[in-house]
T-cell receptor, first 113, second 115 residues
């Protein structure tokens, strides 16, 4: 079965600084990988997804993620963080043929002014 | 296009009661999935419905059940509530729900508190 690990529970960055959130997955076949963001009291919003092809994926809000099969990683990056990016970020892996996605525990991002 | 809506947004129940949560998917979406989110267990898949049939189920006890109507709206029911059922219940809809290539859109969730 697929699984996801997000090693960082909480990250604090200064506004304008770069950001990288880590995600490691475990899945026997080609993974379908996702990053979602959740603001307080809200549902999850899809930032980006990877199915195949180019290993660098562009998403919304200036985010990108890079799939590295050799490292079983799918890290999320943003070159310059804005205060509005403060939220919880979830990495998820999906299996072909069903909606049973496995989510990581999440990384809470705090942005310092 | 309106997003996924969930009602009610907040619920307070006592142990032993039962509860029904509702989810209206995005227009045209036929698959509805339910997730439970708790601080301890994180986000966990409950089940998925498509064309009024449960197509996929996570590892939850039988107290958790659901159904889907012909208009794709879905309800989730939890019977004999336990304190541990306190959670944010998220609903997600997608066109046909055949896996990750069909993007899931999440609603804002229903916050259930069991006292």
């Amino acid at each position: 079965a697929q699984s996801v690990t997000q090693p960082d529970i909480h990250i604090t960055v200064s506004e304008g600084a770069s950001l990288e959130l880590r995600c490691n997955y475990s899945y026997g076949a080609t993974p379908y990988l996702f990053w979602y963001v959740q603001s307080p009291g809200q549902g999850l919003q899809l930032l980006l997804k990877y199915f195949s092809g180019d290993t660098l994926v562009q998403g919304i809000k200036g985010f990108e993620a890079e799939f590295k099969r050799s490292q079983s990683s799918f890290n999320l990056r943003k070159p310059s963080v804005h205060w509005s990016d403060a939220a919880e970020y979830f990495c998820a892996v999906g299996a072909r043929g069903n909606n049973d996605m496995r989510f990581g525990a999440g990384t809470r991002l705090t942005v310092k002014p | 296009k309106a997003g996924v809506t969930q009602t009610p947004r907040y619920l307070i129940k006592t142990r032993g009661q039962q509860v029904t949560l509702s989810c209206s998917p995005i227009s045209g979406h036929r698959s509805v999935s339910w997730y439970q989110q708790t601080p301890g267990q994180g986000l966990q898949f409950l089940f998925e419905y498509f064309s009024e049939t449960q197509r996929n189920k996570g590892n939850f006890p039988g107290r958790f059940s659901g159904r889907q109507f012909s208009n794709s709206r879905s309800e989730m029911n939890v019977s004999t509530l336990e304190l541990g059922d306190s959670a944010l219940y998220l609903c997600a809809s997608s066109l046909v729900g055949m896996g990750p290539t069909d993007t899931q859109y999440f609603g804002p969730g229903t916050r259930l508190t069991v006292l």
